[in-house]
């Protein structure tokens, strides 16, 4: 196995702040079924601002999970110094919803970077089920960025085969951008997105999107907002049996309006949810990274801010400020 230490950025609470703490880690052993993962790149969540601001389950946790690395230990030898992305779910593999391969329902479940500790660190053992080899050619950044494509393509086939369809985004934040890209992979006729800021509109305008204006009228909506303006807009403006999925987290009470409310009635509307990305049965993870190596998934201009694993709180400042223009903040593990 190898041995030494490494450069690990948990966040530690002291009083009521919340900061990322530099430790030097000593490599342990993997145990039963795990490897041990040489992390390359880590991309910053929305989620993680929370936990950055005192929501996480506990404290000390090393946060992360949307990452790429290389297999530096496997016991079992085969997947050692392959390339890999990692789901993280750790599901039971027991319950009712795991024998039907949804993992993210599952009751029982265990997370990387959330529940027990992540990617913001230069190693991790995980479990060797939960790997998946990236395709040659596609780059260490691009597969980091696996875990979020797979969250937004998850939600577009909760619509439904969009082959013609027309679907409007709502909300250019990192999901939203992916969103407008493979709502194009599957053949959408249109992707339309709203968004306030005015920077954000003009990079999913970039990625292939239309400003939606008054006289569009999609058959599918994405909202990635968790937001009550939003969402109201949406059920205002929605044509007859469009279906609507619902993504964004939200950060407060989403009110529903009376004739928004009514709209829904009216119209027909279809409201589902969607929660986080399928590996297994209808696989997103693999879809994606096929996207990614034949060329029709190009992420590169997403990640628009790049930090190394030391400069964590900056990446956090960066993401959450909302001071300049950003998509995806990426942290690389090459540390002198
Ligand atoms: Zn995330
Ligand atoms: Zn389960």
Not at 182 to 205: M, N, T, Y
Not at 292 to 312: K, M, N, Y
């Amino acid at each position: 196995m190898k041995t030494g230490t490494y450069l690990a950025m948990p966040l530690v609470r002291q009083g009521d702040a919340v900061r990322f703490e530099e430790e030097r880690r000593t490599l342990t052993p993997p145990a039963d079924g795990e490897v041990t993962v040489h992390v390359k790149n880590v991309g910053v969540c929305g989620s993680d601002v929370g936990r950055w601001q005192g929501g996480a389950y506990h404290y000390p946790i090393v946060i992360g999970h949307e990452f790429s690395g290389e297999v530096a230990f496997d016991p079992a030898g085969s997947w050692t110094g392959r390339r890999v992305v990692v789901f993280p779910i750790l599901p039971c593999r027991a319950c009712e919803a795991c024998r039907q391969e949804l993992y993210a329902m599952c009751a029982h479940y265990d997370y990387y970077g959330s529940r027990r500790d992540g990617a913001f660190q230069e190693y991790l053992n995980v479990r060797r089920e939960n790997l998946i080899q990236i395709p040659d050619g596609v780059s260490f950044e691009a597969a980091a960025l696996c875990e979020p494509a797979a969250v937004a393509l998850n939600g577009l086939k909760k619509a439904g085969d969009l082959t013609g369809k027309s679907v409007g985004v709502y909300g250019a934040g990192t999901i939203g951008i992916l969103a407008v890209k493979i709502a194009q992979i599957l053949g959408a006729s249109a992707v339309f997105c709203s968004e306030p800021d005015a920077a954000k509109l003009a990079f999913a305008v970039s990625c292939g999107a239309r400003p939606l204006t008054d006289g569009d009228s999609p058959d599918v909506y994405i909202d990635c907002c968790g937001a009550a303006a939003a969402l109201n807009a949406l059920l205002l403006r929605a044509r007859a049996r469009a279906k609507i999925v619902l993504l964004g987290n939200a950060a407060r009470d989403v009110v529903i309006g009376q004739k928004a409310y009514s709209q829904i009635l009216r119209r027909e509307l279809t409201l589902t949810g969607t929660w986080n990305s399928r590996v297994g049965k209808n696989d997103d993870w693999r879809e994606v990274l096929s996207y990614l190596a034949d060329g029709r998934l190009d992420l590169s201009a997403v990640i628009t801010h790049r930090f190394s694993l030391r400069d964590a709180e900056k990446a956090l400042e960066t993401l959450a400020s909302h001071k300049e223009f950003c998509e995806k903040v990426m942290l690389s593990t090459e540390v002198d």
